[in-house]
């Protein structure tokens, strides 16, 4: 499976400005990928303004996401502002290119930012089938849980998936934790961060990368916008599984 990774500076609070950008780098990758993922809140910054800047799901984010998909014949994955029911979720959304998607609301909210206070946590993990893979996503502050992205029994993933808005003062925090959930959960992983500087006036560095489930990098961004693609393969993680089979023994 080609994954490739989406380093970029958002524009903040500006949905259309940010879905016109990402169209302009996504549009490079059409046809020679299988999977691009972006960052979170990808269409406005971390941003808690929820209330002003929240879209339903069949609101401009959302097509925008099925054409792209669709164009590109890849599957699309990032978290944006959502609203349902008059709440607001940080909602991850799977979209491939036949339209069909899925969801993952953030579970971890960021109480240094007040996130809890203007969004509702989720409740359940997501799991996806995609080109033979098992693929779980999750966002950002998820990264510092490892219980609740620790390997289950009865679902093995191969790939792990992190959009986040991950800020420079906590960067090394950032590397050290995703190379921690590939090794301890035996899997690919990407980690896609934002570059630049926020509305907020927060820095970011990126440090967006591709590891295997050795904990090695397959690729990395830093200090700048960029993209990576790489091929993974299935057999090589499953031959590293059976020949150390920790995951066989955790309680």
Known sequence: MRLSIL????????????????SRKIT???????????????????????????????????????QQAQRSGAALVGSFICTE??????????????????????????????????????SKRLFVQWQGWTIAPFICYDLRFPEWIRQPKDQRY????????WPIAR??????LLTARAIEN????????????????????????????????RCTIAGAEGVCTTELALEPLYEFRKRL??????G
């Open 186 to 217: 035996q899997a690919y992983l990407a980690g896609v961060n934002i570059f630049g500087t926020d509305g907020k006036g927060l820095e970011y560095s990126g440090d967006s990368c591709v590891l295997d489930y050795n904990g090695q990098a």
């Open 7 to 22: 380093q970029t500076t958002l524009h903040w609070e500006a949905p259309a400005a940010n879905r016109d950008s990402l």
């Open 85 to 122: 029911n008059d709440r607001f979720f940080n909602r991850l959304v799977w979209m491939q290119p036949d339209g069909y998607c899925q969801t993952y609301d953030k579970r971890h909210l960021f109480g240094l930012a007040d996130e809890h206070l203007h969004y509702t946590p989720g």
């Open 245 to 250: 089979p920790f995951l066989d023994d955790a």
């Open 158 to 165: 191969d790939l792990l998936l992190f959009v986040a808005n």
């Open 171 to 176: 960067a090394h925090h950032w590397r050290s």
């Open 28 to 66: 490079a990758l059409y046809g020679n990928t299988d999977l691009i993922v972006l960052p979170e809140m990808f269409t406005t910054g971390f941003s808690m303004n929820a209330r002003a800047l929240a879209e339903p799901m069949d609101g401009p984010t959302i097509d925008w996401m099925a």
